[in-house]
Protein backbone atom coordinates (compact mmCIF):
# COMPACT_ATOMS: atom_id res chain seq x y z
CA UNK A 1 0.00 0.00 0.00
CA UNK A 2 1.54 3.39 -0.93
CA UNK A 3 2.04 6.12 1.59
CA UNK A 4 -0.59 8.42 1.82
CA UNK A 5 2.09 11.14 2.83
CA UNK A 6 3.72 11.75 -0.52
CA UNK A 7 5.22 14.92 -1.54
CA UNK A 8 4.44 16.77 -4.95
CA UNK A 9 7.43 18.30 -5.81
CA UNK A 10 11.71 18.41 -5.09
CA UNK A 11 10.95 20.26 -2.14
CA UNK A 12 13.62 22.40 -0.86
CA UNK A 13 14.94 21.70 -4.31
CA UNK A 14 12.37 22.66 -6.71
CA UNK A 15 11.15 25.19 -4.53
CA UNK A 16 13.99 27.07 -4.79
CA UNK A 17 14.27 26.11 -8.38
CA UNK A 18 10.86 27.58 -8.95
CA UNK A 19 11.53 31.17 -7.08
CA UNK A 20 14.62 31.48 -9.55
CA UNK A 21 12.59 31.37 -12.55
CA UNK A 22 12.09 34.88 -12.96
CA UNK A 23 10.73 37.34 -16.40
CA UNK A 24 10.73 36.32 -19.66
CA UNK A 25 15.66 18.39 -28.92
CA UNK A 26 14.09 15.88 -28.91
CA UNK A 27 14.05 13.35 -31.44
CA UNK A 28 11.94 10.49 -32.97
CA UNK A 29 12.28 7.08 -30.44
CA UNK A 30 10.74 3.96 -30.43
CA UNK A 31 7.59 3.26 -28.92
CA UNK A 32 7.97 2.91 -25.24
CA UNK A 33 7.96 -1.05 -24.26
CA UNK A 34 7.00 -3.00 -21.28
CA UNK A 35 8.67 -6.02 -21.01
CA UNK A 36 7.06 -10.12 -20.25
CA UNK A 37 9.84 -10.20 -17.60
CA UNK A 38 9.94 -9.69 -13.89
CA UNK A 39 10.57 -5.91 -13.43
CA UNK A 40 13.38 -5.48 -11.32
CA UNK A 41 13.21 -1.97 -9.28
CA UNK A 42 16.99 -1.54 -8.76
CA UNK A 43 18.12 -1.63 -12.40
CA UNK A 44 19.04 1.79 -14.01
CA UNK A 45 16.95 3.17 -16.90
CA UNK A 46 18.26 1.26 -20.47
CA UNK A 47 20.01 3.88 -22.76
CA UNK A 48 19.91 6.92 -20.52
CA UNK A 49 20.72 10.00 -22.35
CA UNK A 50 20.89 13.95 -21.23
CA UNK A 51 18.89 16.95 -22.34
CA UNK A 52 18.51 20.44 -21.10
CA UNK A 53 14.59 21.85 -20.24
CA UNK A 54 14.57 25.63 -19.21
CA UNK A 55 18.18 25.36 -17.35
CA UNK A 56 17.49 21.67 -15.81
CA UNK A 57 19.06 18.72 -17.24
CA UNK A 58 16.93 15.90 -17.28
CA UNK A 59 17.62 12.20 -17.76
CA UNK A 60 15.52 10.27 -20.86
CA UNK A 61 15.35 6.37 -22.52
CA UNK A 62 14.75 5.75 -25.76
CA UNK A 63 13.38 2.35 -23.90
CA UNK A 64 11.96 3.79 -20.78
CA UNK A 65 10.76 7.01 -22.63
CA UNK A 66 9.49 9.73 -22.76
CA UNK A 67 8.81 8.81 -26.40
CA UNK A 68 6.36 11.30 -27.52
CA UNK A 69 6.75 14.57 -28.08
CA UNK A 70 4.36 17.32 -27.67
CA UNK A 71 4.71 20.87 -27.14
CA UNK A 72 4.39 21.08 -23.95
CA UNK A 73 5.32 18.03 -22.31
CA UNK A 74 6.92 14.36 -23.61
CA UNK A 75 4.98 11.25 -22.98
CA UNK A 76 5.28 8.14 -23.56
CA UNK A 77 7.16 6.11 -20.63
CA UNK A 78 7.65 2.11 -20.46
CA UNK A 79 4.79 0.20 -17.89
CA UNK A 80 8.37 -0.63 -15.42
CA UNK A 81 9.67 0.74 -12.45
CA UNK A 82 12.53 2.72 -14.90
CA UNK A 83 9.43 4.11 -16.62
CA UNK A 84 8.15 5.12 -13.51
CA UNK A 85 11.27 6.65 -12.25
CA UNK A 86 12.04 8.96 -15.15
CA UNK A 87 8.12 10.02 -15.00
CA UNK A 88 9.01 10.73 -10.93
CA UNK A 89 11.46 13.35 -12.29
CA UNK A 90 10.84 14.52 -15.09
CA UNK A 91 7.05 15.22 -14.85
CA UNK A 92 7.92 17.51 -11.29
CA UNK A 93 10.79 19.63 -13.05
CA UNK A 94 8.08 20.09 -15.77
CA UNK A 95 5.62 21.48 -13.04
CA UNK A 96 7.80 23.12 -11.50
CA UNK A 97 9.32 24.97 -14.62
CA UNK A 98 5.65 25.37 -16.57
CA UNK A 99 5.12 28.85 -17.80
CA UNK A 100 1.87 30.98 -16.99
CA UNK A 101 0.67 29.74 -20.79
CA UNK A 102 1.11 26.12 -20.61
CA UNK A 103 1.16 24.95 -16.52
CA UNK A 104 -2.58 23.68 -16.94
CA UNK A 105 -1.90 21.10 -20.05
CA UNK A 106 1.12 20.28 -18.71
CA UNK A 107 -0.63 19.61 -15.15
CA UNK A 108 -3.49 17.50 -17.10
CA UNK A 109 -0.80 15.63 -18.78
CA UNK A 110 1.61 14.71 -15.53
CA UNK A 111 -0.47 14.67 -12.64
CA UNK A 112 -3.36 12.05 -11.97
CA UNK A 113 -6.54 13.21 -11.66
CA UNK A 114 -7.57 13.86 -7.80
CA UNK A 115 -7.77 16.61 -4.87
CA UNK A 116 -3.38 16.85 -4.72
CA UNK A 117 -4.20 17.83 -8.49
CA UNK A 118 -6.96 20.41 -7.66
CA UNK A 119 -5.13 22.47 -5.10
CA UNK A 120 -1.98 22.63 -7.53
CA UNK A 121 -3.97 24.00 -9.66
CA UNK A 122 -5.21 26.51 -7.18
CA UNK A 123 -2.31 27.41 -5.79
CA UNK A 124 -0.82 28.13 -9.28
CA UNK A 125 -2.63 30.43 -10.03
CA UNK A 126 -1.16 33.48 -8.40
CA UNK A 127 2.73 32.44 -8.94
CA UNK A 128 4.12 33.75 -12.38
CA UNK A 129 6.89 31.62 -13.75
CA UNK A 130 8.04 32.41 -17.35
CA UNK A 131 11.64 31.99 -17.65
CA UNK A 132 14.51 29.30 -17.64
CA UNK A 133 16.36 28.51 -14.25
CA UNK A 134 19.95 30.40 -14.33
CA UNK A 135 23.08 29.05 -15.39
CA UNK A 136 24.48 26.78 -12.01
CA UNK A 137 21.20 27.35 -9.78
CA UNK A 138 19.32 23.89 -11.19
CA UNK A 139 19.41 20.75 -9.00
CA UNK A 140 21.46 18.15 -10.01
CA UNK A 141 19.46 14.27 -9.78
CA UNK A 142 21.84 11.46 -8.00
CA UNK A 143 19.57 8.38 -7.76
CA UNK A 144 16.72 6.98 -7.22
CA UNK A 145 15.12 4.02 -5.15
CA UNK A 146 11.67 2.17 -5.94
CA UNK A 147 10.14 1.79 -2.25
CA UNK A 148 7.07 0.19 -4.37
CA UNK A 149 6.03 -1.36 -8.06
CA UNK A 150 3.01 -2.99 -9.51
CA UNK A 151 1.65 -2.24 -13.22
CA UNK A 152 -0.76 -0.27 -11.85
CA UNK A 153 1.37 2.01 -9.00
CA UNK A 154 4.30 3.19 -8.03
CA UNK A 155 6.30 4.77 -5.11
CA UNK A 156 9.73 6.51 -5.99
CA UNK A 157 12.70 8.14 -3.81
CA UNK A 158 14.04 10.43 -5.73
CA UNK A 159 17.91 12.02 -4.56
CA UNK A 160 18.75 15.29 -6.25
CA UNK A 161 21.71 17.63 -5.40
CA UNK A 162 20.89 21.61 -4.14
CA UNK A 163 23.05 23.75 -6.43
CA UNK A 164 23.80 25.99 -3.70
CA UNK A 165 25.17 24.00 -0.64
CA UNK A 166 25.65 20.61 -2.33
CA UNK A 167 22.80 18.93 0.24
CA UNK A 168 21.87 15.65 -1.02
CA UNK A 169 17.99 15.14 -0.47
CA UNK A 170 15.65 12.36 -1.09
CA UNK A 171 12.16 12.77 -1.80
CA UNK A 172 9.28 10.55 -2.25
CA UNK A 173 6.92 10.20 -5.08
CA UNK A 174 3.91 8.51 -6.42
CA UNK A 175 2.68 7.26 -9.51
CA UNK A 176 -0.77 5.50 -10.78
CA UNK A 177 -0.45 3.88 -14.40
CA UNK A 178 -3.37 6.05 -16.32
CA UNK A 179 -2.50 5.16 -20.20
CA UNK A 180 0.93 6.37 -18.31
CA UNK A 181 2.66 7.22 -15.77
CA UNK A 182 1.23 10.38 -13.65
CA UNK A 183 2.65 11.67 -10.45
CA UNK A 184 -0.19 11.33 -7.69
CA UNK A 185 0.07 14.93 -6.17
CA UNK A 186 -0.35 15.31 -2.66
CA UNK A 187 -2.63 17.75 -0.64
CA UNK A 188 -0.55 20.38 1.30
CA UNK A 189 -1.91 18.47 4.60
CA UNK A 190 -0.37 15.79 3.07
CA UNK A 191 3.11 16.96 1.85
CA UNK A 192 6.21 14.91 3.14
CA UNK A 193 9.42 16.57 3.77
CA UNK A 194 12.88 15.10 2.23
CA UNK A 195 15.20 13.83 4.00
CA UNK A 196 19.37 14.23 3.87
CA UNK A 197 20.87 11.42 2.39
CA UNK A 198 24.20 11.02 3.54
CA UNK A 199 25.38 8.13 0.95
CA UNK A 200 23.92 6.90 -2.09
CA UNK A 201 24.21 3.10 -0.78
CA UNK A 202 21.32 1.32 -1.41
CA UNK A 203 20.24 3.74 -4.08
CA UNK A 204 20.14 3.21 -8.21
CA UNK A 205 22.43 6.00 -9.29
CA UNK A 206 21.25 8.02 -13.00
CA UNK A 207 25.53 7.98 -13.84
CA UNK A 208 27.71 5.62 -12.82
Not at 82 to 96: D, E, K, P, S, T
Request: with cysteine; hydrophobic share 45%.
Amino acid sequence: MLHKKIRVSIAAVLVALTMLVVGCGEGDDPAPVTTSAAPDPTAAPARLVWETRAGVRLPRSPIDGPTNFGDAVATGYSRTPQGAVLAAIRGQVLLALATDSEWGRVLSIVAAPGPGREEYAANRIALSINGPVPVGKSPKFLAFKVTHYTDRAAAVLVVAETADSRERLAFPVALAWIDDWRIVLPTAAENVDGIEVPTLDGYTRLEG
